[in-house]
């Protein structure tokens, strides 16, 4: 898993984990883990590892990294592959990421196919100013 972020350390992490070299009886702390590519990294190599950043969706982004199916045993739902079933089979609620991620945006009509998109998304496309991403 992986995102861009302003600052990653995506691509000098094997770098950086050939510099703190192999884990000890110590732990390694990513107290600015943004993405936690380095975090992971240091996992990967051995190491005991602890995140943090003062960004909340990065902590847990970061964390989630670090975490295994072994981790998280869902055993309240019959394990890992019961609960995945369970989100699964559950009716979508129209709610926070919906109304603010979904219907409502779409691109450009150079940027998209009439065939991905209803056709009065598009119309309303076509009607922006600049072209850029709008919402109906």
Not at 20 to 42: K, L, N, Q, R, Y
Request: aromatic residues 8%; positive net charge; contains cysteine.
């Amino acid at each position: 898993m992986s995102f861009r972020y302003i600052g990653s350390k995506a691509r000098v992490v094997d770098t950086i984990i050939d510099r703190i070299g192999s884990p000890d009886s110590g732990m390694f702390i990513d107290a600015f883990s943004g993405t936690g590519a380095v975090a992971e990294a240091a996992s990967r190599a051995g190491w005991k590892v602890h995140v943090n950043d003062h960004l909340s969706s990065s902590a847990i982004m970061s964390f989630a990294r670090l975490v295994s199916k072994a981790d998280v045993l869902f055993s309240g739902l019959g394990g890992y592959a019961s609960a995945v079933d369970v989100l699964n089979s559950l009716k979508p609620q129209r709610g926070f990421i919906w109304r603010e991620y979904s219907h409502n945006i779409v691109l450009c009509p150079a940027c998209i196919s009439r065939k991905a998109m209803p056709r009065r998304s598009v119309q309303s496309a076509a009607r922006s100013a600049n072209g850029a991403l709008v919402k109906t």
